[in-house]
Each structure stands twice: as C-alpha cells, then as structure tokens.
C-alpha cells in the first residue's frame, strides 16, 4: 500500500517561508489569500503488513520533528 | 595527560578540519577524526565536536539524518556518561535532532543565509565552555547559517533561561532565535550548541580570537581533572 505523510508546522510556530510564498502570490496579483503556510508530503510504498504503530513510529522518530511539526499520515490501498 | 579531542566528519561537514585545527592549536595534541558510518567512537575520548556543514544536504531537516547515523548512538551514550560535546551550526543542529538539547533551528526569519560576524553577549560565564569568559562579556565571532531561527515553546524558554542554560545570546536581532538565543546548554552542562564558530575564530589572522576562549576553558577544565 502506498502511506502518505504530511507535515506541517505547529500552528502558532511562524512560518518565514510561507510568509515569503504569500508575499509572492500578492506580488502575483492573487487576492484573497489570507494565510500560507508551507509543508511537506513523504509518500511511502509500504508492505501490507505494515502497522499503523509503526508508521506512528516513523514520524515521530525521523518524518517529523514533535518540538514544531504535526503529522497526518494517510493510506491508500493499492489493487 | 595528553587530551583527546574527536571531531566528527559526516558526509557534507565542511567545518570539520577548521574544528580539527582548532582544537590541535589549543590543546597542542592532534585531533582524532571519526566518520559518520563508525558505529564505535575512541576509547577515553575527552571531548567530541560536531562541525558545521550540510550534513546528508540538508535532507527532510538541517541534521536530521546525521541525527540518526550509526556514530550519533555512540555520540549520545558517551554525552549521558558526561563527556563534553560542542556542537557548531549543523553540529547544533544535529545535537538539537537527536535530542540531547532541546528546541529546534528553523529557517532564518529572512529567509536568507546569513554570513558574517556578529556580536555574542555571554550570559553564562560558569559553564564548563565558557569560565574563560566574564558574564556579560561582548564577543565577535562569524556566523554563516540558513536554519539558525532557534525556536522552543515557551515553557522549555524558561526553563533553560532559569537554569543558566542559556549560554550565548544575540546583541542584535539575527536570525528571528526565540530571545536571540544563540546557544544553548544540555540540563548536565556538559552539552553545548551554538550557531556562531568559535573554531573560526581562534588565530588573529581570522580577524579575531574571541572563540579561543571556549576551547582553552572546555580544555583546561578536563587537562585539570
């Protein structure tokens, strides 16, 4: 199965580099934007047997950093 | 006693031979280099550095996979046995990813890469890397670093600042840090990160000597001992 994660900085953590992407979407001449906030996607093909503790595991021991990120790891089966 | 000084090289270091060279102009011994991938450090070694550079590139975070390379267990068993470890910009980095100090380097608040020398105010002149330092002392070393914005939440903020854990502190504003910390100490003290390179300051043909300071204190402590 493939397992996607994504990783986020906390809220409240400041994100220079999503400061920088709205700026430059203004730059652009996109309104509305009100906020941006840059993360990551880690897509993972893993075995089936594969838990849902380790995939925790994971994250917390490499994927993500606890002290600023979040993570959500999604699944999707693959025929 | 002879003193034995390691510094650690993992692929994309480029400050270790300045550490080495460091070291081996202060202490007088030769600097013992050890490679990521050894999974066993020197026996009775008496302090180990962890050099600035783009360990692994800079790949998912600054330090994160050196944090995890088969040397760092080693490196983290001899720091709960009490072993001094210094480490500079992605040595800080690392030390931070692994655990043995607490926080995080994010991205500069510019966004930019900073290079050039700043001035340090040392707010903790008892450590066992800075009592050659007066408390409050103004010194310059260079820095050149992308992830220097040290961030923890502010519980742990005040925690290191109430235990002296706070060992160097921005004049001005940098790099965006959390009260401009510019390095921080372990709970034992015997565990130092810092973003600025005192290795890169240690001869006046460097343009100052302010980071000589650190290694005589580190080094005389354990020549002492």
Not at chain 2, 60 to 89: F, T
């Amino acid at each position: 199965m493939k397992a996607r994660v994504f990783v986020s900085l906390k809220p409240g953590v400041l994100d220079p580099q999503g400061r920088a992407v709205h700026h430059a979407l203004e730059g652009l001449g996109f309104s509305g934007v009100e906020d941006v906030r840059v993360g990551r996607m880690i897509e993972m093909d893993v075995a089936d047997n594969v838990t849902d503790e380790a995939l925790d595991d994971m994250c917390r021991k490499l994927l993500a950093n606890m002290v600023i990120e979040n993570y959500r790891i999604e699944k999707l089966e693959t025929a | 006693m002879s003193f034995r000084g390691a510094v650690v090289t993992f692929p994309g270091s480029n400050c270790d031979r300045d550490m080495a060279v460091a070291l081996e102009a202060v202490s007088g011994a030769p600097a013992i280099r050890v490679w990521h991938g050894d999974a066993e450090l020197p026996d009775d070694l008496d302090f180990i550095a962890l050099p600035g550079g783009f360990s692994y590139g800079d790949y998912l975070r600054s330090g994160a996979m050196a944090a995890k390379s088969p040397v760092m267990r080693s490196v983290i068993a001899a720091a709960d046995r009490g072993v001094p470890v210094l480490g500079v910009c992605n040595g800080f980095q690392v030390l931070t990813e692994s655990g043995l100090l607490p926080g995080a380097l994010m991205r500069n608040g510019s966004q930019n890469f900073i290079c050039r020398t700043v001035e340090l105010k040392v707010e903790n002149s008892q450590s066992l890397f800075t009592s050659r330092y007066e408390a409050g002392e103004i010194i310059r070393i260079p820095l050149a670093h992308h992830d220097g914005n040290y961030f923890a939440d502010e519980d742990t903020l005040d925690r290191l600042e109430g235990e002296g854990r706070v060992a160097f502190r921005y004049v001005e504003k940098v790099n965006g840090s959390r009260r401009d910390i510019a390095g921080v100490l372990n709970a034992a003290g015997n565990v130092l990160g810092m973003m600025p390179h005192p290795e890169r300051a240690i001869d006046p043909a460097h343009g100052g000597t302010d980071g000589r300071k650190l290694f005589e204190s580190v080094i005389e402590a354990l020549v002492r001992a």
